[in-house]
Structures are given as structure tokens and as C-alpha cells.
């Protein structure tokens, strides 16, 4: 039998297995508990433990199954499971293949990777009509939850003495938070409504009693919030959520936890669906089991731990440190559930740890530790983190600014610092920015935005909520809705509308409103319609000059919108972003170009997954959108969706929530701000509850219950001990339990950073002292190097406000001089930087803001006079700007390409656009144009999606791949369903169908002669058992037609960089990596991209010239 060391030796000569990882990838118990620190490279160790168990012969690689939370996250485990297994594969350490045939081929075949909602959906949907399910039903996002709750809450009389004053918005929320909670812990609404009764009994009962809460004020204020509550709004909800339940089955509709809970159901209902599943997996890998609900807990282990099963074994790998989403059900306690409930099905569990961080160098662990050491982990051993064999010191700094913006402003001269310092090195800066809220996003991205530091929002800012979609979303509104004056007021913002003309334009409504009712002897209207009134300007001088014709333009783009509300939504998106100019108003930007292409993608996707719908309804889903999935500025987390492909950005800083931010990790900087009391800090007051807010799911109903913070008044007998309780309650176990959770937040933010840690705050905000979250202090007080000067004591004197922006400062977009992080906490470290001297802040307030007039320029004849509002420098110094704008204006067409060089990151299908036509591609970057969408472009689409369909992975089409002019057929319009079936049948008759992918529609991100290129390779595969071909070969579907000889040379490079990209991305040689189009329209295959990354720098070195 094939020893260990061979096996590591063929897996990965390079890094061998720590013991602690040896310990893990060797065991062969029933049930393994593995408890991985932040950072400690189980995804590796897991990976290998499956490598080592095929290459013994243990289990079959078919026999192999992974669970995960996001798809990438299963990408990734999947392409280290094949990357593993081929590699023992070349090692000829494969166990010699059976004779059966069945079997010989399973050698062959693929380990199941899926995420925990895939793995569930697949069950329900194979079995779900053995309990009542619908096979085809389709999955709603969190917006249509609330588009069919909103139905369902209009067509529905709910009494008003039972829900009192509550809204149909509000009642919309408790009736989907009281549906989900029904769903995910298995209830009944009558069980729900029998809770609910006793409760609300109880409390009357309560109320009636006369006693005083003698010598006990604080006991009888926070009672006095309560006496009265009647639960009387969800009572009043229930019967909207059984009309829920019963509007989703009628049209075939589920969610997520609908499908968990219909697996659940069958594996009990049928413990033979358990059995044979347990008996097609017998290694078993469940990752980030921390943040599995008890619902989910108890339906895997009824599929993957029947009794009576010996001979498999079943590994949970999980942190409680970082179990963050209790909002959504999952518990910190889910490691020791797991060792509980698997232990008692499989014969005991082992528990073993991964206390190596392989990420974080030693100043970073020390501070992940410190914030940990406030926690306690149930039933589970969790070790300190140590640090790897050479790693470097790290650095830990705290930003301790006067007031809130210097704080975010010397935050962000610190990120340029170490931008410029990873510069001069010749790469780019891995930086991130990550909040607990996020309402933290706008003031970083204000003071990045002022140096000119390139940043990207990544999960906190919506697609809808953009500006320029705002804009978009704004005129569509009023084309199909004319009675929405606030989406007017928007456009006429845009256009530049002055107070005095808005009055005169609300002015002439009612006027015109008062006319017509006149005429027409109707009822007069709540609210006169400014869009009647822009109709029909009046004569006469109402309006000065500028406005009436700014005014007319306005009416004249809803006229032409209203004229085409017919088109498909894709092309109406199209349409209207062109006839507002917002490609001439953003100034070429290629985020607003991004944005407008994703909302035109956006609106076809809508309109292909709800047939017969249009403007109306896409628009009334894009304001549920906008409100209940990334609307309000809550915590991270309480209402934020899944950011599942997050990827590391080279070069450009990266803002996001703590929570999108887990899984990931920065090299050179990671910054977390608002480390200051009340904010991001342990929480002790304003806290709501179950018994207070109806929109929070009953604890006492919850399948962990017994994890969570206990009360319930129907088991009181008096109003004394029943108050007192819920003080206990409301002061002290709700607030550790939140705690703990923010706590948690805190270390998955603190254990990001390779390399250097910034903590941020301020000592005063809103005239009162702030004192420093209890976190940050924690950091202070264990870790051993606070230096003497400003170490102890929050005070600005101490520790100084980063000073003024320095003009002579190198690098700088204007002038900004490099920041004061600080006090160091990190023993034997210095700042990169030079030290700066307090000083004023400078003042911002002059800073313009989007959308800005792009039509008002002030005549010069009032700027000499000084008439236009201020005073006559002021008018000057406004001269002075127009001056400079023009001048910038000009400066801009001479300048595109330097612009180009300049940007922050290029795609490999905009380098090929370069290659093709320069002067074209850099007319582009001056005038964005939105292309029309093509039938060429959707057949590309749809086929892409179908082939990663057929290997089973999700599709990530890079829309601009298939819009090139020279791949489109000669006649788009000819492109026939029949044709698309035939080149997917090309596609399943090439030797490509039979192949394992190592990945199917990956995106990457390279460096290239200095810049960032990011493409998305269409397919992978592991070809080391193929004659023709290399180890690896990356293949580019094409639908088009072969191009010519010039063209080639172009895609050449697209394919090149694809190449360097992957070899990069996973340490593979780039002589091992090859790379082909494949024409579906003959199932041609063309290999090209044989250059290496001197050649590609070169090649865009003279196209940038």
C-alpha cells in the first residue's frame, strides 16, 4: 500500500503537511470534529485527506463527497480535489483498476463538490413528490419573496383593531420573517398561533397584577415597555402567511429553506433515500459546519449518518471563532451539535485542530488572539493561533483621529502609502477596507475618492442603488408610472433645475390639476401630476430661459420612452440610457459602463425567467430590490445576501462588509474602521427582541433554543419574578449573546491580513468623547508592545489627527501627504511611511456631488459681475474652475490613452478590443456606447450556460466575449433555435464533453508588464492523460466564425493571457498549459496563445503607444 510521504511528495513537494494537518488527513474515524483557525489551510488538508484516501484505496473518487456554503467556495475545493487527484494520477500511485467495468470506470470519475442548498435542492427535486414537492418548481431570489408577500398582504383584509397601526410595508416584514421561521425550524402555524395565544394571555395576565416593583426602577422602566404587548401583529399575520404558503405552491415557486426542508422531510418520512446516500458517499467532507442551521444540521444527518452504516467516515471542519451568522440560524454551537448528533449515529467523534495560520504573520495572530480570548466555544477545544514557519513580524496600527472623517482620511492616506510602496516594488497593493456596517462604505470611499485612490464597493452597494442606474430607473419610473413626482424630481436634478423653477413647475400642476377638475367635474386628485404639467408648459415667463428649455428636453425623453415601453426590456434599457446622454455625462467611466451593461443583463434575465412581464412589473421588482435586499444601513448581515464570488483585486481597495469578506485574505493591508463605543464594539443597549419587535422570529420557538437567550412570560406566575426576568433578559443575556456575535465579527475582520492590520477610530464625534470599542482595547492590552507615548490614553493630544495634505508629496492625485496611523502595537515595527505633524483638516466641503448640472455653465457676463449668488472672488475663483474644466475637457481627447494606461484594470476581452482596432477601442473609452443587444450575443449566452449546465457548473459569461464584431455570423438575424441545438450537439460529440473539468467558467485576475488583467476562462481540463495535448488545457467556446488571419493574432493574446493566468492562479508551469477555440458552428479546434508573458507585455506596451 502507497505510503503517506509518497503521496504528499506527489500532491505537493513543495509545502508538506504540518502534524496537526497530518493527523487530519490520515484518520480513517467515523465521525471527525476538526476545529481550523482562521487562515490554516484546510482547504488544503482537505483536499489531501481525499487524495490520500483514493491513492490507498480506501474510497473510490465517486465515493467522495464536499459540502460548502457558495459556490465558489465549492469551485475551489473542486479544482483542489482534481488538481490532488491528478496529480497522484501522474505519480502512478492510483490504485491498479478493477476488472469489472463499472467499476474500472468509476476510477475515472469525479468527487461530488456542491454547496449544502445544491445538495438538498438536488434531493428534493429527485424525490421531493414523495412528500408533496414539486420537482419543477423554480427558486425566488429575496426580492420576489417580498413582490409575492406584497400580493398576498394587498388581496388579504387584515383587521385593524388585531394589527393595529401597522403598515402594509410592515406587515410585509413580519409576515416573511414569521414564514421563514416556520420554515427553517419545521413548524406549523398552528403551532405558531398556539405560542402566540399563550403568550399574549400570559402578558394580560401579567398586567392585572396591581404589585409594585418596590426599590427595583430599573426592573419597572424596562417592564413598562412591555405590559401592554398583545402579539397581536403576528397573530393578525398568520393567516397571510398560510395564504403564502398556498400562493407558492399554486405557482410552482420555492426558496432555499423551502428546499432544505423538503430533503429533511423525506429522509425522515423514507430513511431509505438515507441509506442509499449514505451509501453512495462514504468519505464525507462538510466545510464551515459552523454556519449550518440546526435545520440543516438535523436533515445531514439523517442523509449522511444512518445507523447501522459502518465503514465511512464523516469530517466536520468549522470555527466557532468565526461563526457569524446567528441572524440566519446558524449557531456557534453547531461543532459540538455536530459531534453530538454524528457521535451518537457513528460510534464517538474525534476532534482534532488546525492551529497553524499559513496566512497572517506574527503581530496580526497576536491581536486575532486577543479578540478571541473573549470567547468561549461550548463543548469544544479551540487553540490559540500560531504563527507559520517564517512568517515576518506583521504590524497592527491604530488610526486614533479627533472626529470621524480624519479618521476615514487618514485611513486613506495610509492605503496610498502602501499603494506607492508596493509600486515601487513593481506589483500591485492587496488592500481591503472592511465595515460592520454598511453605512461605514460612503465616508471610505469619499476619502479614497479625494486622493485618487482606484476602489471598488464589492456586495454593499447594490446595481440598483447606483447613481447613474438611479437615473436609469428614474425615467423608466415615469415613462411607465406618471404619477411618480419623486422620479421626476430626480431627472429634473440631473438637468439642472433650480429651486425657483421647481416651485413654478409644482405651481403650474395645481393650477392645471384645478383646471381639469373644473372641466371635467371629477373628484380632484390627492396630488398634481408634474408630468402633466411638463407636458404642457405654460407661455409666458414662469420660467426663466434655461429651465423651460431644460424642461421641454425633459418632456421630450419621456414622450420617446413612452413611444417604445413595448421593446424588450433589454433593449428598452438600452434605449433609454442613450437618449439620456449618461455615457457623455460620466465622462467615459468605465464603473458606469459596467453598471449600465449589468442593468441592461439584469432586466433580460428578468424578463426571461417571468414570460409575459414588462416595464411595470420589472420596475415594481426593482423597488422591492432596492428595499429589502441591499436597501437600509443596518448591520452587515442582518439583511445582506450571500456575496458568493468575491475575488481578490490586485491593485485596486476593496470595501465591503465583514461578512462578504470571509474566506478571503489581503497581503498588504486590511483596515476596519469605527473601532469606537456604540459602533463596531461589543452592544449592550438598544438591542430589540422577540418580545419587543415582531419582526424577530420567537427564540423560544427556534430549534436552538437552548443556545439562545431565554424568556417567556407564560412561565411566570407574577408580575415581580416575570419582570425581573425580563430585565435579566434585556440587560444582561441579550447583550452576551450579541456581543459575543460582534465579537465573533471582529476576529473573521482581525485575521484577513497578511501583513499589516488598521485599526481605526476617532475620540469625539457629535460634541461628546468616544471611548475606544472594547476590541481595540483588547488588542492594547494583550498585546505586549503599546508603546509609552499615546499607548494608554485616547486624548488627541496623545494621539495626534492625521495632518494636512502635503502639496510637494510625490505620487499624490492632489497633493495628499501620506497618513498618521498612529501608535504602533506591534513589537520592533516602525511605519513604512515618514512621521507627519498635527495640523488642520483640510475642508471638503466645496466637493461637488453626482449627479452634477452637467448643462449649467454661468454666462461670463455674471461671473465678472459677480450675479451669480455669491460673492464677487467667489465668482472669480467659479471662473477660474470653468476655465480649468475646459481646459481638462480638452486635455481629455489628447489624453485617452495615457488614461487607458492608466486605469486600474483591463478584462482580456478589452486587450483583444485593443489588438483589433486601437483608435476604435479608445473612442470606446472616451464615449462608452452601449452596444444594442444581439441575437448573436444571447445564442453565445444561452450556449455557454448550457455546456456549463452540462458539467453541472453555474455559468459566468463574459457578455463581451460574444459581442465582437468579427466572431458574429454574417447574417445575426439567421441564427435559428434549430442552429443553437446543433452546435450544442457538436459541442456533446467533441472529445470535450467526455473530459473532467478542473474548472468551468473561472475568473482570474493576473498582473501582466504591470497591469491587471482579469478575464473568465470558459473551460479547463486536466488533459495529462491525452497524447496531443498538455497537462492542462483551457478552452474558449466559440460561436461564431473562424477569423481571418489578423484577427487571430489578436484572439492569439486573449488566449495567452488565459494561459499565464491559470498557470499563475495555481502554480501549474506555463509549459504545462495550453489553450484552443473551439468553433460549435463545426466542432473545429484551434490552438493558439503560445506566447509567453514578455511577448503579452510587449504586445501591450506598443498597443498603449
Given amino acids: 500500500m502507497t505510503s503517506y510521504e509518497a503521496i504528499m511528495r506527489a500532491v505537493n513537494p513543495a509545502f508538506p503537511p504540518t502534524g496537526e494537518q497530518r493527523l487530519v488527513i490520515e484518520s480513517d474515524a ?81 468527487a461530488t463538490v456542491s454547496t449544502y442548498n445544491a445538495f438538498a435542492s438536488d434531493i428534493a427535486q429527485a424525490h421531493g413528490m414523495l412528500v408533496g414537492g414539486d420537482p419543477s418548481a423554480r427558486l425566488i431570489t429575496e426580492a420576489e419573496r417580498w413582490q409575492v408577500m406584497s ?11 388585531v394589527a393595529g397601526t401597522a403598515s402594509p410595508a410592515r406587515i410585509v416584514e413580519v409576515s416573511l ?65 398560510e395564504a403564502y404558503f398556498e400562493r407558492k405552491r399554486s405557482e410552482g415557486i420555492v426558496e432555499f429553506a423551502d428546499q432544505v426542508a423538503t430533503a429533511a422531510a423525506l429522509v425522515r418520512a423514507h430513511p431509505a433515500i438515507g441509506r442509499d446516500i449514505a451509501a453512495r458517499y462514504r468519505l464525507v467532507l462538510l466545510d464551515e459546519y459552523q454556519d449550518t442551521s440546526v435545520g440543516q444540521a438535523e436533515f445531514l444527518t439523517s442523509a449522511l449518518a444512518p445507523e447501522g452504516m459502518p465503514g465511512r467516515s464523516v469530517c466536520a471542519v468549522g470555527d466557532p471563532n468565526q461563526a457569524i451568522y446567528g441572524w440566519r440560524g446558524a449557531s456557534s454551537n453547531a ?38 480570548s473573549g470567547l468561549k466555544a461550548e463543548g469544544v477545544e479551540v487553540k490559540r493561533l500560531t504563527a507559520r514557519t517564517g512568517a515576518g513580524p506583521g504590524r497592527v496600527a491604530e488610526v486614533r483621529a479627533e472626529s470621524r472623517d480624519d479618521s476615514y482620511r487618514a485611513v486613506a492616506r495610509r492605503i496610498r502609502e502602501v499603494t506607492s510602496e508596493a509600486s515601487a516594488e513593481g506589483r500591485q497593493a492587496e488592500i481591503a477596507v472592511l465595515c460592520r456596517k454598511r453605512s461605514y462604505m460612503d465616508p471610505m470611499a469619499e476619502s479614497l475618492r479625494e486622493l485618487g485612490v482606484p476602489y471598488e464597493i464589492v456586495g454593499g452597494e447594490s446595481l440598483v442603488m447606483r ?125 458606469v459602463k459596467t453598471s449600465i451593461d449589468s442593468f441592461i443583463a439584469l432586466g433580460r434575465d428578468y424578463q426571461d425567467q417571468h414570460p409575459g412581464s414588462g416595464l411595470a412589473e420589472f420596475a415594481a421588482w426593482l423597488d422591492m430590490v432596492d428595499r429589502h435586499e441591499h436597501g437600509g444601513e443596518g448591520e452587515s448581515g ?158 488627541p493630544e496623545e494621539s495626534p489627527a492625521p495632518g494636512p495634505p502635503d502639496p510637494a508629496a510625490p505620487g499624490s492625485a492632489e497633493g495628499g501627504s501620506s497618513p498618521s496611523s498612529g501608535p504602533s ?26 449627479p452634477t448640472d452637467v448643462l449649467r455653465v454661468p454666462s461670463a457676463a455674471r461671473l465678472a459681475e459677480g450675479r451669480d449668488g455669491r460673492a464677487g472672488t467667489r465668482a472669480e475663483s467659479r471662473a477660474d474652475r470653468a476655465h480649468a474644466v475646459r481646459m481638462l475637457i480638452a486635455e481629455k481627447v489628447e489624453g485617452t490613452r495615457e488614461h487607458t494606461r492608466r486605469r486600474p484594470y483591463m478584462t482580456a476581452t478589452e486587450v483583444v478590443h485593443m489588438a483589433e482596432d486601437p483608435e476604435g477601442f479608445l473612442a470606446q473609452q472616451r464615449r462608452p456606447i452601449p452596444r444594442r443587444p444581439s441575437r448573436a450575443a444571447r445564442t453565445g449566452t444561452e450556449l455557454h450556460a448550457r ?71 470558459d473551460a479547463v481540463f486536466d488533459t495529462s492523460a491525452q497524447p496531443d495535448l498538455p497537462d492542462v488545457t483551457i478552452v474558449d467556446w466559440k460561436t461564431g466564425r473562424r477569423p481571418d488571419a489578423a484577427g487571430l493574432a489578436s484572439r492569439e493574446l486573449q488566449l495567452a493571457i488565459y494561459r499565464i493566468a491559470w498557470a499563475k492562479a495555481h502554480g501549474t508551469p506555463l509549459q504545462s498549459v495550453g489553450a484552443c477555440f473551439v468553433y460549435l458552428r463545426d466542432g473545429g479546434t484551434l490552438m493558439a496563445g503560445d506566447l509567453d508573458e514578455q511577448q503579452i507585455a510587449a504586445r501591450m506596451d506598443e498597443l498603449s503607444r
Wanted: with cysteine; glycine share 6%; net charge neutral.
Fill in 335 to 372: 461543532l459540538a451539535d455536530f459531534a453530538r448528533r454524528f457521535g451518537a449515529r457513528l460510534g464517538g467523534t474525534t476532534q482534532l485542530s488546525l492551529s497553524t495560520s499559513f496566512r497572517s504573520d506574527r503581530a496580526i495572530l497576536d491581536a486575532a488572539n486577543a479578540v478571541a
Fill in 825 to 850: 502595537l506591534a513589537p520592533g515595527c516602525t511605519p513604512r511611511g515618514r512621521d507627519e505633524q498635527p495640523g488642520a483638516v483640510p475642508d471638503y466641503s466645496g466637493r461637488p456631488l453626482w
Fill in 947 to 1017: 455546456i456549463a449546465e452540462f458539467y453541472e457548473r453555474p455559468a459566468t459569461l463574459d457578455v463581451d466575449a460574444v459581442l465582437s464584431a468579427a466572431e458574429q455570423p454574417v447574417d445575426q438575424d439567421a441564427v435559428t433555435r434549430e442552429e443553437e441545438r446543433r452546435m450544442l450537439g457538436v459541442f456533446e460529440a467533441s472529445r470535450w464533453a467526455a473530459l473532467s473539468p478542473l474548472a468551468i467558467e473561472e475568473g482570474l485576475a493576473v498582473v501582466v508588464g504591470g497591469r491587471i488583467v482579469r478575464c473568465t476562462v
Fill in 151 to 161: 400580493d398576498v398582504v394587498a388581496s388579504s383584509s387584515v383587521d385593524p383593531d
Fill in 177 to 241: 420573517a414569521l414564514a421563514a421561521g416556520l420554515i427553517d425550524n419545521g413548524l406549523t402555524v398552528d403551532r405558531a398561533r398556539d405560542f402566540f395565544h399563550r403568550e399574549a394571555a400570559a402578558f394580560r395576565r401579567l398586567a392585572a397584577d396591581r404589585r409594585r416593583f418596590s426599590g427595583m426602577p430599573e426592573v419597572s422602566r424596562d417592564w413598562s415597555k412591555v405590559k401592554d404587548t398583545s402579539f397581536s401583529l403576528q397573530i393578525a399575520c398568520l393567516p397571510i402567511v
Fill in 467 to 591: 447613481p447613474e442606474i438611479l437615473t436609469v430607473r428614474a425615467a423608466l419610473g415615469v415613462a411607465v408610472n406618471p404619477a411618480r413626482n419623486d422620479l421626476l424630481l430626480r431627472l429634473l436634478t440631473l438637468w439642472g433645475i433650480g429651486a425657483s423653477d421647481l416651485r413654478a413647475l409644482h405651481a403650474w400642476s395645481v393650477e392645471l390639476a384645478r383646471k381639469q377638475t373644473e372641466r371635467t367635474g371629477l373628484d380632484p386628485r390627492s396630488e398634481a401630476s408634474l408630468v402633466e404639467a411638463l407636458a404642457d408648459l405654460p407661455e409666458g415667463c414662469r420660467f426663466t430661459v434655461p429651465a423651460r428649455e431644460r424642461l421641454a428636453a425633459v418632456a421630450a425623453i419621456l414622450e420617446r420612452l413612452r413611444s417604445c415601453v413595448h421593446l424588450p426590456l433589454d433593449e428598452l434599457i438600452a434605449h433609454c440610457v442613450s437618449i439620456l446622454g449618461l455615457e457623455v455625462a460620466s465622462a467615459g467611466s468605465q464603473r
Fill in 30 to 110: 467515523p465521525a471527525i470534529l476538526v476545529v481550523a483557525g482562521a487562515g490554516s489551510g484546510k482547504t488544503a488538508t482537505m483536499a489531501n485527506r481525499i487524495a490520500y484516501h483514493v491513492a490507498r484505496g480506501v474510497v473510490r473518487p465517486d465515493e467522495v463527497l464536499g459540502l460548502t456554503f457558495t459556490r465558489k467556495a465549492a469551485g475551489e475545493l473542486a479544482l483542489r480535489v482534481e488538481s490532488s487527484l491528478a496529480a497522484v494520477r501522474r505519480a502512478g500511485l492510483m490504485p491498479a483498476a478493477p476488472e469489472d467495468g463499472r467499476a474500472r470506470r468509476s476510477i475515472l470519475e469525479r
Fill in 638 to 795: 442582518v439583511d445582506e445576501l450571500p456575496v458568493d464570488d468575491v475575488d481578490v483585486h490586485p491593485g485596486v481597495v476593496q470595501i465591503m462588509t465583514v461578512h462578504a469578506a470571509k474566506g478571503l485574505e489581503w497581503r498588504d493591508l486590511v483596515a476596519v474602521p469605527e473601532l469606537v463605543e456604540g459602533q463596531f464594539a461589543p452592544r449592550e443597549s438598544g438591542l430589540s427582541s422577540w418580545v419587543s419587535d415582531a419582526g424577530i422570529f420567537p427564540f423560544p420557538l427556534r430549534r436552538d433554543a437552548a443556545h439562545l437567550p431565554a424568556f417567556r412570560a407564560a412561565d411566570h406566575e407574577g408580575k415581580i419574578e416575570a419582570g425581573q426576568a425580563y430585565h435579566r433578559f434585556l440587560r444582561e443575556d441579550l447583550p452576551e449573546h450579541e456581543s459575543r456575535e460582534a465579537r465573533r465579527l471582529a476576529y473573521v475582520a482581525f485575521t484577513r491580513p497578511t501583513e499589516e492590520l488598521l485599526l481605526a477610530g476617532y475620540s469625539r464625534r457629535d460634541g461628546r468623547d468616544v471611548a475606544r470599542s472594547a476590541f481595540l482595547e483588547d488588542v492594547r492590552r494583550r498585546t505586549a508592545a503599546v508603546p509609552a507615548a499615546g499607548a494608554a490614553s485616547g486624548s
